[in-house]
T-cell receptor
Framework: DAKTTQPPSMDCAEGRAANLPCNHS???????VYWYRQIHSQGPQYIIH???NNETNEMASLIITEDRKSSTLILPHATLRDTAVYYC?????????????FGSGTQLTVLP | DAGVIQSPRHEVTEMGQEVTLRCKPI?????LFWYRQTMMRGLELLIY????????DSGMPEDRFSAKMPNASFSTLKIQPSEPRDSAVYFC??????????????FGPGTRLTVL
């Protein structure tokens, strides 16, 4: 799976949009971009994933650049409960290797 | 919908004792994963099952660890005998594996294990 690079930490004001970047310059054509988050002491929570097109669900939007070398997770109206570590993961669906490899992630702190 | 259910949520035991962690995957999912999280090593996959069959157990630390999945709705991870270095948070996750682009893993709340 391709390696990802994320900023170690970010702050965001409550009610504002939180934009979390991720670089994955070595991504392959069959690899998806996944986002998870982990709130302290809880299990990782799936947020969204995509291959080429931008995606939106009830939690967030995922914007993938045309060359697919980077992406941005957008939380449109951040709340205090969105404070968590956010992980960008790139993975393919092939073979028997199905482990999710969590890197260091971005610690997002939503400020009141 | 009920998510992945794990029990117990917290376990404190003494070195040498047997520990059994339990997991109920999301109904309808055909894959189950056991992960372990520590500060030093982060989140690492121990073993996963597909249709109740263990597929990859290369992450299991040693013979003291064993995992079973007797049916589609239940799995156990057993440590016997337990050691202080086994102290960690153990997560179970499940997914619906379709062979192509369907393998989103949903995690349970975890079991925090402390071995004294």
């Amino acid at each position: 799976d391709a390696k990802t690079t994320q900023p170690p930490s970010m702050d965001c004001a409550e009610g504002r949009a939180a934009n979390l970047p991720c670089n994955h310059s070595t991504i392959s054509g069959n690899e998806y971009v996944y986002w998870y988050r982990q709130i302290h002491s809880q299990g990782p929570q799936y947020i969204i994933h995509g291959l080429k097109n931008n995606e939106t669900n009830e939690m967030a939007s995922l914007i993938i650049t045309e060359d697919r070398k980077s992406s941005t997770l957008i939380l449109p109206h951040a709340t205090l409960r969105d404070t968590a570590v956010y992980y960008c993961i790139v993975r393919a669906f092939s073979g028997s290797a199905r482990q999710l490899t969590f890197g260091s992630g971005t610690q997002l702190t939503v400020l009141p | 919908d009920a998510g992945v259910i794990q029990s117990p949520r917290h376990e404190v035991t003494e070195m040498g004792q047997e520990v059994t962690l339990r997991c109920k995957p999301i109904s309808g999912h055909n894959s189950l994963f056991w992960y372990r999280q520590t500060m030093m090593r982060g989140l690492e996959l121990l073993i996963y099952f597909n249709n109740n069959v263990p597929i990859d157990d290369s992450g299991m630390p040693e013979d003291r660890f064993s995992a079973k999945m007797p049916n589609a709705s239940f799995s156990t991870l057993k440590i016997q005998p337990s050691e202080p270095r086994d102290s960690a948070v153990y997560f179970c996750a499940s997914s619906l594996w379709g062979g192509r682009d369907t393998d989103t893993q949903y995690f349970g709340p975890g079991t925090r294990l402390t071995v004294l």
